[in-house]
């Protein structure tokens, strides 16, 4: 079975740092782009940033809100990818997903997703 | 960078209604659009890619169409399962927006 599978989330203090797993299974992990995606409490979807695969030299994309303050990793041999956040804020309290991208006509789709994680910031 | 609207905002309707969202990007997006239904408490889920083609295992109920500014996203007989939020996602260029979501409610 395709699965991906958040860890990680819990409440932090603002200022603070918190590091975010997604473990994929029943797939070649290490072929697909992977994606992070957040949604605060009773809002709207928000892309958060992208690592691309080793063919693609293991680089990242970020949104303008969480760049120079979160980074995206993964280790293919264990079929994972991470968000290390850090200097946190209130604004990102959310659930956080991962999601796998399928590349059709060179642009990316996120096909799968895990159920995801919930990040609270508050003091 | 490029932004999605959605419209509208809020639909009410009934089961086997016909039912059609639309998404409008404010600069040209070819046809690199998806769409996302999501279901309160659970992750979203790929409906259609490349503004027109159907997921694999997504009912032919629903389909899109568009390109370049203006995308819809067609259901032709809702069903009980179809109320849910949609959004519509541009894949064309970082970063990945999300329009603000059409939220389809029973009537």
């Known amino acids: 079975e395709v699965q991906l599978v958040e860890s990680g989330g819990g409440l932090v203090q603002p200022g603070g740092s918190l590091r975010l797993s997604c473990a994929a299974s029943g797939f070649t992990f290490s072929d697909h782009f992977a994606d992070w995606v957040r949604q605060a409490p009773g809002k709207g979807l928000e892309w958060v940033g992208r690592s691309r695969n080793k063919a693609n030299s293991y680089t990242t994309e970020y949104a303008a809100s969480v760049k120079g303050r979160f980074t995206i990793s993964r280790d293919d041999s264990n079929n994972s990818v991470y968000l290390q956040m850090n200097s946190l804020k209130s604004e990102d309290t959310a659930v956080y997903y991962c999601a796998r991208d399928v590349r059709i006509n060179g642009y990316s789709y996120m096909d799968v997703w895990g159920k995801g994680t919930t990040v609270s910031v508050t003091s | 960078d490029i932004q999605l609207t959605q419209s509208p905002s809020f639909l009410s309707a009934s089961v086997g209604d016909r039912v059609t969202i639309t998404c409008r990007a404010s600069q040209g997006i070819s046809s690199y659009l998806g769409w996302y239904q999501q279901k309160p408490g659970k992750a979203p889920k790929l409906l259609i890619y490349?503004?027109?083609t159907l997921q694999s295992g997504v009912p032919s109920r629903f389909s899109g169409s568009g390109s370049g500014t203006d995308f819809t996203l067609t259901i032709s007989s809702l069903q009980p399962e179809d109320f849910a939020t949609y959004y519509c996602?541009?894949?064309?260029?970082?970063?990945?927006?999300f329009g603000p979501g059409t939220k389809v409610d029973i009537k």
């Open positions: 490349t503004a027109s």
């Open positions: 996602q541009k894949l064309s260029s970082y970063p990945l927006t």
